[in-house]
């Protein structure tokens, strides 16, 4: 069965720094990846995804995720930490039932 | 597009209650599936709903039930409330369900039992 971890279940960054919540998956076949990220009182929505082809992901927000097969990671990056980021971040990884398979996610706390 | 609608999005039972959440999905998509999220738990899947079969299930007992209308409409049921059922509840829509595609969330049902 498939598995995601999400190191740290709390963040925190000072507003302008560089920020990397780390993702890593188990799976015996090339998945499809997922950041999701959830606003407090708000649904979960679509950061960025990973199917096929370049490795490198650009998402909404400036943030990005690069998909290393070797090191099964999935991590989330943004060069610049901005107030409105803090929230919580989900990483999420298809499995063959095509149902998706969810980290615990990672609160983003932003220090002014 | 309007986004995917969750009533009510608040609601207080009690033990032994039982508990009707209603989802509407975006036009268009016929996959709906229901997620328990709780601060301890993280989001666990509940089930999987498409053209009002049910596709997938998660490891929760059979006091959790849903169903989904023919046009796409989806309600899960809580039969029996205990305190940990206390969560929220969210759905979310795709076009088909299938793995690639992106799922759109609702806003959730913030479920809290006494």
């Known amino acids: 069965a498939q598995s995601v971890t999400q190191l740290g279940s709390h963040v925190s960054v000072s507003e302008g720094a560089l920020v990397l919540l780390r993702c890593n998956y188990s799976?015996?076949?090339?998945?499809?990846l997922f950041w999701y990220v959830q606003y407090p009182n708000q649904g979960l929505q679509l950061l960025l995804k990973?199917?096929?082809?370049a490795t490198l992901v650009k998402g909404i927000n400036g943030f990005e995720a690069e998909f290393k097969k070797s090191e099964t990671s999935f991590h989330l990056t943004k060069p610049s930490a901005h107030m409105s980021d803090a929230a919580e971040y989900f990483c999420?990884?298809?499995?063959?039932?095509?149902?998706?398979?969810w980290g615990a996610g990672t609160k983003l706390i932003i220090k002014p | 597009k309007a986004g995917v609608t969750q009533t009510p999005r608040y609601l207080i039972k009690t033990r032994g209650q039982q508990v009707t959440l209603s989802c509407s999905p975006i036009?268009?998509?016929?996959?709906v599936s229901w997620y328990q999220q709780t601060p301890g738990q993280g989001l666990q899947f509940l089930f999987e709903?498409?053209?009002?079969?049910?596709?997938n299930k998660g490891n929760f007992p059979g006091r959790f039930s849903g169903r989904q209308f023919s046009n796409s409409r989806s309600e899960m049921n809580v039969s029996t409330l205990e305190l940990g059922d206390s969560a929220l509840y969210l759905c979310?829509?795709?076009?088909?369900?299938?793995?690639?595609?992106?799922?759109?969330f609702g806003p959730g049902t913030r479920l809290l039992v006494l």
């Open positions: 979310a829509s795709s076009p088909s369900g299938r793995a690639i595609e992106t799922q759109y």
């Open positions: 036009s268009g998509h016929r996959s």
């Open positions: 709903y498409f053209s009002e079969t049910q596709r």
């Open positions: 799976s015996s076949v090339p998945p499809y």
């Open positions: 990973y199917t096929t082809g």
């Open positions: 999420a990884v298809s499995d063959s039932n095509y149902q998706l398979i």
